[in-house]
């Protein structure tokens, strides 16, 4: 069958403009604000999840969760695709996801003029290409004006076409899709995870260096938890790395992706400071949030989105370096936000790890679905960009972490226990403590994982899950939530055994 167009042909190209060029393209959609940085309104306010395919072919079996679109579809509406930009002036972009040697990616965009601060925000997020002209790895062609919403790509062509929204995260996360696809492809797994090392004394009193990848859904705290410094005094110190996706191979190696931080804006405020920092800079670029006339930023009006972003340069980002890639994931945390019965912290076993890996697990919240606020969620690695079986996933890092017996694994509940709230400070330290490796851990018999028994400073016997609940709702509370998870595991054939046995008392 005949391949998807991976060119575009237009009544005018604009090859590769610069940051003041696109920024001038877009003036006429700019407020901009008091600190002199861009803001813009999207007609879209998130991603269409519902609206996206994925074009299966022979050789790539959908997942459980994801949408198939036949070839000869896809095929008839990219050239109705190419027809429309016939007339069109658009966009030419090349830019590059990642900067090893061994994996960095060439991504193309073409994109109508009119969109052009989708654009202007993506080159804020990417890297410098040394060869423009070479064959890209990944096309993604964008016409936010298309009369209907769809979005649909082919995995193993390496394409996009976004046709409807003008949300910029459907331009970041086509690329980010097809990245995390190709090192799957490799035998390692892209990540939906933010990255960072603590350079910390550790129990021995030896100063090391410890990476961290954490997972985590929306509102669980992962942007927080990755941009903290931990109140670290040298010669300790935080070295963030990464907020978004990482792509690690089968040695523990993470390899970053982009060069800024796309952060939710809900909210924010000095007492933020890594973040606001970099928010009030001239180089950051802001869509749906409020802008007041006179250019002020209303963090904290939601009229707009609960969904405002802002893409903000790491360079400005205090505690980063210039690094992007973790040369390990010494510690692999999979945050979640629950009110009951998960305690502030627990170490995992390998087949443990990929249970939850699987099971990408935290509560709703307002931001999301009001409706369910306060209802299990769950997302395979907390990740909607998977291609392919979800399954695969979980096999293949169950598969990495017995070849890595050094990475461990750990869950941390950033919601509260038995209504006993679980703080940022809280978390924070813990983090600390697993980074020096002085928690002493005890077995919990209900989940086979162990828990944080003692760390020095912090009082844990405050959050004790069965001081909580009478013996009977507590064991009511364990059965509900093993079922939930057993029903959910078995959504996704394929998966081993030990890994469905993982959520299971021992």
Known sequence: METLKRTVDARRIIDNPSLEELRKMASAKERTTKFGSASYLSQMRNRSAKATFLVTCEGFPLGVDQQGMAPEKALALATQVHEFLQDKDVIRMDRQLCLHPSCSFHCRLYITKDFASIPFQWKNMTFELPNKEQEPDFVSIYVPEWPKRIIFCHPQEKITYILGPDYFGECKKSFLRKAMYAIKERGGLGFHAGSKVLRIVNKEGNLREVGFIMFGLSGTGKTTLTMHDHELMEPERVMIRQDDVVLMNQQGYCFGTENGFYIKTEGLDESQRVLYQAAVSPQAIFENVMVQEDGTIDFNNVELTSNGRGVILRGEVLGTDNKIDLEKADKIIFITRRNDIIPPVARLTPE?????????????????????????????????????????????????????????????????????????QLSTEIMKAIAKGNIRWERDDDWGYEVAAEIPGLAMSQYQPRKYYDTQTYDELVAKLRQERREWLNKYPGLKDEILLAVEPS
């Open 352 to 424: 443990q790890a990929a249970a939850y890996f699987m099971l990408g697990e935290s509560i709703e919240t307002s931001a999301g679905d009001p409706t369910k606020a306060g209802q299990s969620k769950r997302e395979v690695g907390t990740n909607p960009f998977i291609m392919g079986p979800e399954a695969e996933e979980g096999n293949r890092l169950l598969e990495i972490l017995r070849t890595n017996p050094d990475i461990e694994c750990y869950i941390l509940n950033t919601g509260a226990v038995g209504g006993k709230k679980i703080t940022i």
